[in-house]
């Protein structure tokens, strides 16, 4: 099995390190999936990463159908729009890997194509957009860690996918354990990602403060006491995976960059996830959900939706 075509469906933070890395391999076709006003801009303008224009090709979901690996690296909120997409590009032979970070996007991807054309997947990299387009460290890029969740591990599929990124730039490394790994890196993002996004503070605040430690610890545990009831050993992915790429005190993670932009997050991805699957399995979930709306809340702040500026605003009671 050879890879021969690759069709990345979100040319965002992630995609970006994707097309980066592949646009160095050669004898590879790769191209964008997208459609309308966005397909003509990436056409005409390309794909700006690390200072330097990238072009893809860019197709429609039917002219990515076949491809060998469809790499999707969408934000959460854009998944259910997409499937129809995803469903048009994937043919009976086609490699679907997500790079969502979530824990389940795989899910609901499967509820339009084949689950076993899924090969499980996360990427860590610390990309950001400046003007000079996403940027990233290569050198400190962990990159994409991905594996089989059941025997054989060392599939056809999974040897391909790796002959793949070791001939472009892709950092990257097979697991036995990929749904700990997916956890562990979900818990990453639930810990480290959510706090210093209320707080509109770099990574460093974890480290200088005694009340924004107590914060992600108390993430962590009802994140774990989750994982603990649904069967994932957390800690088979410890040694391994229980840190992202390296960073400095300043860095500010996804869900802050959102905020800061003024977009809305994937808090539906994290506390919210953690939320619902915390009903299910009759676990109380209350920094979650204390964070999920708090986020929320910051959304709407950034909608406009507080702006009480204007003179023709009723009055209200204090309380």
Request: proline share 3%; net charge negative.
């Amino acid at each position: 099995m050879q890879i021969k075509k690759v069709a990345v469906l979100g040319a965002g933070a992630v995609g970006s390190y994707v097309i980066w890395g592949l646009s160095q391999a050669e004898n590879l076709s790769l191209g964008v999936i997208a459609e309308g006003e966005r397909a003509g801009r990436l056409k005409e303008n390309g794909c700006l990463i690390n200072g330097q224009v990238y072009r893809p090709e860019v197709w429609t979901p039917k002219e990515a159908h076949g491809a060998d690996l469809l790499i999707v690296s969408l934000k959460y909120g854009a998944l259910a729009g997409a499937l129809d997409s995803i469903a048009q590009a994937v043919g009976e032979h086609t490699i679907v890997m997500s790079l969502m970070n979530g824990v389940d996007s795989e899910e609901i991807i499967a509820q339009k194509v084949n689950p076993d054309n899924i090969l499980h997947a996360l990427i860590k990299v610390a990309s950001h957009k400046e003007e000079n387009g996403y940027c990233f460290n290569p050198e400190t890029t962990i990159g994409i860690i991905f594996g089989e969740i059941k025997p054989p591990f060392e599939s056809e599929r999974v040897q391909a996918v790796c002959t793949l990124f070791e001939n472009a730039q892709i950092h990257f490394r097979v697991t036995d354990y990929i749904k700990e790994e997916m956890w562990s890196k979900f818990r990453l993002n639930v810990c480290n990602n959510l706090p210093q996004a209320i707080l509109g503070a770099g990574v460093g605040c974890y480290n200088d403060s005694t009340h924004m430690k107590a914060i992600s610890e108390g993430l962590k545990k009802e994140l774990e006491a989750i994982a603990q009831a649904k069967g994932i050993d957390i800690g088979k992915a410890d040694k391994s995976s229980s840190h992202g790429s390296a960073v400095l005190p300043k860095t500010r993670y996804s869900t802050l960059q959102d905020l800061d932009a003024g977009r809305h997050t994937e808090i539906d991805m994290f506390s919210g996830a953690l939320m619902r699957m915390g009903k299910e399995l009759g676990i109380p979930t209350p920094y979650n959900e204390y964070t999920y709306h708090i986020i929320k809340a910051l959304e709407e702040k950034n909608d406009g939706k507080f702006d009480y500026s204007k003179d023709t605003q009723e009055s209200t009671w204090s309380k």
